[in-house]
């Protein structure tokens, strides 16, 4: 594993959590709205999810849900959704999590509890939130969701480095979580968007060192 020599940075893989963000088949390469190297990086995310399952530490999807006009969307989308366009809406084949994210038999989005806030419990301790905005804390249960569960460190993965995944990491910190990221398994990154997180705390982590990591733990 890499030496990590901050003892206020190291993760605690005893521990830990895995918090993926928006791998939602509407987000997909190759859908029309889709997130270009989503797919790409789905492998991975999936490896992410099938370790933390397997090491029976808890997973969480984070995701969205937009509804039909776009009234609970970030202004910025409200525009294309105000035009009838269809992202992730409540109930679509869209909105479901990306194929392999959950055990099976796989469960569908309960999205009326999402939307209203809950938690969705889909495996032992697995788990789908909905946030309304960029960041997985704003607005959502997630931390009380974690809290409860007694973890203190969080590994990242999913769609979009420079939005979601990004704020997620710096909320995280704000709230004292141990973070990391896997860079292999969160798609449109770059040199300058990992070293920026890196600047702020976060470890950037291989699969393997995550594996060695549940392991050991």
């Not at 003892?7 to 997909?28: G, Y």
């Not at 009234?71 to 194929?99: I, K, M, Q, W, Y």
């Not at 860079?183 to 995550?210: C, F, H, K, M, N």
């Amino acid at each position: 594993m890499a030496i990590v020599t901050d003892p206020h940075l190291a993760l605690h893989f005893p521990t830990s959590a895995l918090i993926t963000i928006d791998v939602q088949r509407d987000f997909l390469s190759d859908a029309p709205y889709g997130i270009p190297g989503t797919t790409e990086v789905l492998p991975e995310v999936v490896a992410a999810v099938e370790a933390f399952r397997a090491a029976g530490r808890p997973v969480v999807h984070v995701i969205r849900l937009y509804e039909k006009g776009g009234g609970n969307a970030d202004r910025v989308r409200r525009g294309l959704l105000s035009t009838g366009v269809e992202l992730a809406t409540p109930g679509s084949h869209g909105s479901r999590l990306a194929p392999g994210m959950l055990p099976e038999p796989a469960a569908d989005l309960d999205h009326e509890l999402l939307l209203g806030g809950g938690v969705q419990q889909v495996g032992p301790a697995e788990f789908i939130v909905y946030k309304p905005r960029w960041g997985a804390f704003y607005e959502t249960p997630l931390q009380d969701l974690l809290t409860a569960r007694g973890v203190d460190s969080l590994v990242f993965v999913g769609c979009n480095l420079p939005n979601c995944p990004r704020a997620s990491l710096i909320e995280a910190s704000e709230r004292d979580f141990r973070v990391a990221l896997v860079p292999s398994a969160v798609s449109r990154t770059s040199e300058q968007g990992l070293a920026e997180v890196a600047g702020l705390g976060v470890l950037l982590l291989s699969l393997d060192e995550i594996r060695a990591g549940l392991a050991a733990a």
